[in-house]
């Protein structure tokens, strides 16, 4: 199946109506129907300002940013990115072509998502 790989890089700490903003985008990504969402954290790294960010046991929490992807179908990509515009949520992100599917699926998952070979 062709799609959509949606990377969204937030603040650990940024919150939005009340949860943290990775929080937020993976539960209204679950009410949109997207098959699933995953939140990582940064290690280390560095934005537009091009601070360096690092994870240590001394630093204050909410200084490193924490990833945010999907794997959807173009139409889950139109309708998460609107939300987010609409919800005015500024926030850097990637929009990647992607191929995926599932090697053995089993009967529970859309026929569509069967792998190629």
Do not use: C
């Amino acid at each position: 199946m062709n799609g959509a790989y949606l990377r969204f890089y937030v603040h650990e700490s940024h919150r939005h109506h009340g949860l943290l903003l990775w929080e937020w985008l993976l539960k209204k990504a679950s009410t949109l129907d997207i098959r699933g969402g995953s939140a990582f954290r940064a290690v280390a790294g560095f934005g537009r300002h091009h601070v360096l960010h690092e994870q240590t046991f001394f630093e204050l929490a909410g200084s490193v940013a924490v990833e945010v992807e999907f794997i959807v179908t173009d139409q889950e990509a139109r309708e998460l990115l609107k939300l987010i515009r609409e919800e005015k949520i500024r926030l850097f992100y990637a929009h990647i072509p992607a191929h995926f599917g599932v090697i053995n699926p089993d009967d529970e998952d859309p026929p569509a998502l069967g792998s190629i070979a």
